[in-house]
């Protein structure tokens, strides 16, 4: 629905489209920071099983965290801007 509603335009009618917008993308921020710690804790786990999945665990996780730093960054741009 949301993803209708900005197809529809209204985010041109209306003013408080901002606010959905941040809280959308700032929930989203905090779903990912919890994906990004868990990701983290699964490279710890992997770091003494096997040197190959450590490696993946952790460009995983470092890019989970790269998208949650993006997804903040948006959240407040839409709201200030």
């Not at 952790?58 to 993006?70: K, P």
Request: cysteine-free; overall charge positive.
């Amino acid at each position: 629905m949301f993803l209708l509603s900005y197809l529809l335009g209204f985010y041109k009618k209306y003013k408080s489209w901002k606010v959905l917008d941040s809280l959308y993308h700032g929930t989203t921020a905090i779903l990912y920071m919890s994906a990004a710690v868990l990701q983290v804790h699964s490279t710890i786990v992997s770091e003494t099983q096997n040197l190959t999945n450590y490696f993946i665990n952790t460009t995983a996780s470092l890019f989970a965290f790269i998208t949650t730093l993006l997804y903040i960054l948006h959240a407040f741009s839409n709201y200030y801007h």
